[in-house]
């Protein structure tokens, strides 16, 4: 003890002569104080304090030099036993806590005292918010039972030989033999009777959807000949079931061997995969700028609220937007909500500022918005002036129709974006966008930048876990959990007592004075068709090459070369949105006097799907009256089928 002591004095003193002051770091020096009660011994060279909480006993070892944050590994049973994991994360800075509730095998009861000891170390020596928990055999009960009723504040999960059914064991239920005397106190713990045991539907089997929900990370450590706690009643129905939610698990299985030894004899998978998740910084990459007052107030105090989301297909899919749709109501479960899903897969900016009012506002006023599109204006290759102009237009048409609306800006994740970040660059697409929150004073969450991080840290990957830029679950709830950090971040305190909503004014000066605010759609009956173009009423392709959302609607069509249309309108932008298929030509058009200029529809993706596509045609007219003159060209790309060209809407701004 005395030779512990002198070290940590040795130690400090270096460090203040080193560093050329007279004090250490902070949280290093809170951990040198002796505030734990209880008793003091040395265990593996380490100061170890037994004390009780909430009439448990409890030990926690101190490491020799704290960790950023006080990260901490959660003992749940048999203290000591195969201690190598514990003494690697000790040596790496990492508390070792442990409280005794084994007699009381994960039930509710055990919570309740787990509770108390994690208010006990969070506050009274702010320990980090989230614990590392480590459970061997039964222990597997409670460190899952306790995750499931605090996700929140759980970093991973290491189970080794864990029981995750206590019908298995120590029920014997099944083809464990179990153990009767653990059985009858396991009955007792939980006030069960045998009849109700077995109907019993809150085993970490049965209730594994709040972790996965909460992106917690999973090993297990298993014998595949385990006849005590047999893998095929309880590790491999928790990695079947796990998988199937979204979540994330590893298992390691040891060949030929039982319930015996515990861990690794090189513990170095478990401990790195401790270091990953519990020391990992998890911040979310967003800017809170103007906030989102208003649209609390319209949720606490109306009790109703309408919330839109617009973007491309990782908006329009099920996934992130359906989880932070929950995320909210759960926050406001008084308030009556309309959620709007006005994304529509393959758009970008060139088309959303046109498409605001019909597919956004045309159900009333919408108290928060939603915006993304930095993947797909990245795919559609769009210039910095398209992609200024696009959501510019958005966010001053949207303060526009109501002043007092909330806007978030999200940057989702892809491969090239997480590329650029890896070489210290910042993706065109998001400084764009993000030129645009800065001068609006717009909320936006940098997802991209905060999944590229992550990734290094090793957390997780794109092939094993986002597995595409259209997110797994696991990474639908990675992107929901970070917009949900900026909703805690933006009502951190309470609201007034007469709380009113402020407007937002709009800058006198635009970024780019030509921007789409004044965008919009103009019908097909605008059009005078002067040759050969059809208005189809309810349009439908041949091929089967076309989403739902574009069967049975209206469009106006060509399929021969030099069909001819006039569009009059008034602006400073005209340009059309097409359904780009497999058999389009090229276009040529001629605005007012202009020569006639060649337009290309055929995509990249336009062999496999009539795909949307906004094409503006000039953006930088001077304001006025003018005339569109399109017609089919007699010259078609090469991979074309055909000469068609088929129109859902002009665009106008």
């Given at each position: 003890m005395q030779r512990i002591i002198m070290m940590k004095c040795l130690v400090g003193f270096l460090s203040a002569t080193l560093c050329g002051i007279c004090t250490v770091n902070a949280e290093a020096e809170a951990s040198r104080e002796s505030d734990f009660p209880g008793t003091i011994t040395e265990w593996n060279g380490y100061e170890r304090y037994d004390f009780q909480i909430d009439g448990r006993d409890c030990i926690v070892v101190v490491p020799q030099t704290v960790a950023r944050g006080k990260p901490w590994i959660w003992r749940a049973r048999f203290f000591g036993h195969e201690p190598q994991t514990d003494l690697a994360l000790l040596a790496k800075g990492f508390h070792l806590v442990y409280m005794d509730v084994a007699d009381l095998f994960g039930s509710p009861k055990a919570v309740a005292h787990w509770n108390a000891f994690y208010q006990y170390l969070t506050t009274?020596?702010?320990?980090?918010?989230?614990?590392?928990?480590?459970?061997?055999?039964?222990?597997?009960?409670?460190?899952?039972?306790?995750?499931?009723?605090?996700?929140?504040?759980?970093?991973?999960?290491?189970?080794?030989?864990?029981?995750?059914?206590?019908?298995?064991?120590?029920?014997?239920?099944?083809?464990?033999?179990?153990?009767?005397?653990?059985?009858?106190?396991?009955?007792?713990?939980?006030?069960?009777?045998?009849?109700?045991?077995?109907?019993?539907?809150?085993?970490?089997?049965?209730?594994?959807?709040?972790?996965?929900?909460?992106?917690?990370?999973?090993?297990?450590?298993?014998?595949?000949?385990?006849?005590?706690?047999?893998?095929?009643?309880?590790?491999?129905?928790?990695?079947?079931?796990?998988?199937?939610?979204?979540?994330?698990?590893?298992?390691?299985?040891?060949?030929?061997?039982?319930?015996?030894?515990?861990?690794?004899?090189?513990?170095?998978?478990?401990?790195?995969?401790?270091?990953?998740?519990?020391?990992?910084?998890?911040?979310?990459?967003?800017?809170?700028?103007?906030?989102?007052?208003?649209?609390?107030?319209r949720f606490e105090k109306e009790k109703a609220g309408r919330v839109a989301f617009l973007g491309g297909s990782i908006t329009e899919n099920?996934?992130?937007?359906?989880?932070?749709?929950?995320?909210?109501?759960?926050?406001?479960?008084?308030?009556?909500?309309?959620?709007?899903?006005?994304?529509?897969?393959?758009?970008?900016?060139?088309?959303?500022?046109?498409?605001?009012?019909?597919?956004?506002?045309?159900?009333?006023?919408?108290?928060?918005?939603?915006?993304?599109?930095?993947?797909?204006?990245?795919?559609?290759?769009?210039?910095?002036?398209?992609?200024?102009?696009?959501?510019?237009?958005?966010?001053?048409?949207?303060?526009?129709?109501?002043?007092?609306?909330?806007?978030?800006?999200?940057?989702?994740?892809?491969?090239?974006?997480?590329?650029?970040?890896?070489?210290?660059?910042?993706?065109?697409?998001?400084?764009?966008?993000?030129?645009?929150?800065?001068?609006?004073?717009?909320?936006?969450?940098?997802?991209?930048?905060?999944?590229?991080e992550r990734m290094n840290a090793r957390e997780f990957d794109w092939e094993n876990d986002f597995k595409n830029l259209h997110p797994s679950p696991f990474g639908g709830r990675i992107y929901a959990r970070s917009i949900n950090r900026l909703f805690d971040a933006c009502w951190e305190n309470p609201v007034l007592d007469s709380p009113e909503c402020a407007a937002y004014p709009l800058p006198d000066e635009s970024i780019d004075e030509k921007n789409y605010s004044r965008g919009r759609f103009v019908e097909l009956n605008e059009a005078v068709l002067e040759k050969d173009w059809k208005y189809i009423p309810a349009w439908d392709s041949q091929n089967g090459h076309n989403r739902q959302r574009f069967k049975q609607i209206p469009i106006l069509e060509a399929l021969e070369p030099g069909a001819t249309l006039r569009l009059p309108f008034s602006g400073t932008a005209v340009g059309i949105y097409t359904l780009a298929g497999p058999d389009v030509g090229m276009l040529e058009y001629r605005i007012d006097n202009q020569e006639f200029k060649p337009l290309d529809q055929y995509t990249q993706w336009s062999g496999q799907l009539h795909i949307p596509w906004a094409y503006m045609l000039d953006a930088d007219l001077e304001m006025g009256a003018h005339t569109l003159i399109l017609k089919t060209s007699t010259i078609k790309n090469e991979k074309s089928d055909g000469y068609a060209s088929r129109i859902v809407k002009f665009l106008v701004n």
């Open positions: 009274e020596h702010a320990f980090a918010k989230k614990a590392a928990l480590e459970g061997m055999s039964r222990c597997g009960l409670i460190i899952y039972n306790w995750a499931a009723a605090n996700p929140g504040k759980v970093a991973c999960i290491y189970a080794d030989a864990p029981v995750c059914d206590f019908k298995s064991w120590p029920g014997g239920k099944g083809r464990s033999k179990g153990d009767p005397p653990s059985w009858q106190k396991c009955l007792a713990a939980y006030e069960l009777t045998e009849e109700q045991a077995l109907a019993y539907a809150r085993n970490p089997i049965d209730n594994l959807e709040p972790p996965a929900q909460e992106v917690i990370p999973l090993l297990h450590v298993c014998g595949d000949a385990d006849e005590v706690v047999p893998v095929e009643e309880n590790t491999l129905i928790v990695e079947e079931r796990y998988r199937k939610l979204g979540g994330k698990i590893n298992v390691l299985m040891k060949k030929g061997v039982g319930h015996h030894p515990h861990s690794l004899q090189d513990p170095t998978p478990i401990v790195d995969f401790i270091m990953t998740y519990a020391m990992s910084p998890c911040v979310s990459r967003f800017q809170q700028r103007g906030g989102l007052a208003n649209a609390r107030i099920p996934g992130w937007r359906t989880m932070v749709c929950d995320m909210l109501q759960d926050r406001f479960p008084q308030t009556q909500f309309d959620f709007i899903n006005a994304g529509i897969a393959s758009t970008d900016t060139a088309l959303a500022p046109f498409r605001l009012q019909s597919d956004v506002f045309s159900r009333g006023r919408v108290d928060l918005l939603f915006v993304e599109f930095a993947v797909n204006d990245r795919g559609n290759g769009r210039s910095k002036t398209e992609m200024i102009r696009g959501m510019e237009g958005v966010i001053r048409q949207a303060r526009t129709t109501n002043p007092e609306i909330n806007i978030v800006m999200l940057h989702f994740a892809d491969e090239g974006k997480t590329e650029q970040y890896n070489q210290g660059k910042v993706p065109l697409e998001i400084a764009c966008h993000e030129k645009v929150a800065e001068q609006y004073a717009i909320p936006s969450v940098n997802l991209a930048r905060e999944v590229a």
